[in-house]
């Protein structure tokens, strides 16, 4: 155990706290939880590159740590009325998509490495900051961050679908340069 594997657990304990204060209609503190839940992404991450702690671990769980957070915050939103289900099934389907693939290219072939991508990563930050819009707006509710939550949702449904996109393309190209496949 490590600082920045302390960081990512501090975001999975978090995460059933986050979501229960989303449920439970407390917006104010569900936004303050959310936002300290979302800086520990950042610090993992700062903190394993400066104090040079990159580990299994800690590369395994971070990415199943933002997966935790940010499902839950979506379903806890949906549950709450905050957010279409349809948009939920987007988050959930392509992460579900993505732990699919990972499984079958585990079983069927040599690839062991799952690295986030650049995509995965963008995606991440759009859903973090679609995430707090929307608690936002349940707080100050006015045209201007209603407009932005709206539009937040088709840009953020967009780079998560896009995201997978990539995910599926980088598989493939994985697939086809093993030894054996033709190219």
Not at 20 to 38: D, G, M, N, Q
Not at 141 to 147: D, E, G, P, Q, S
Request: glycine letters at 8%.
């Amino acid at each position: 155990m490590n600082l920045p594997n302390l960081f990512t657990l501090l975001r999975l304990l978090l995460t059933p706290v986050v979501a229960w204060a989303i449920a439970t209609r407390r917006p104010v503190l569900a936004l303050w939880l959310f936002a300290a839940a979302a800086l520990t992404d950042y610090l993992d991450g700062a903190a394993a590159r400066w104090m040079h702690l990159r580990t299994s671990a800690g590369e395994k769980l971070d990415p199943i740590a933002d997966k935790c957070l940010l499902s839950g915050v979506f379903l806890a939103q949906a549950v709450a009325g905050l957010v279409p289900w349809w948009f939920v099934a987007v988050v959930f389907g392509r992460d579900l998509y993505i732990l699919l693939a990972a499984g079958i290219l585990l079983l069927t072939t040599p690839i062991r490495q799952f690295p986030p991508s650049i995509w995965g990563k963008v995606s991440t930050c759009v859903q973090i900051g679609t995430a707090i819009v929307w608690m936002g707006k349940s707080i100050w509710n006015f045209w201007a961050l209603n407009a932005l939550a709206a539009a937040g949702l088709w840009i953020c449904t967009g780079f998560t679908l896009g995201s997978g996109i990539h995910y599926t393309w980088h598989g493939v190209q994985k697939v086809r340069q093993l030894p054996g496949r033709s190219h």
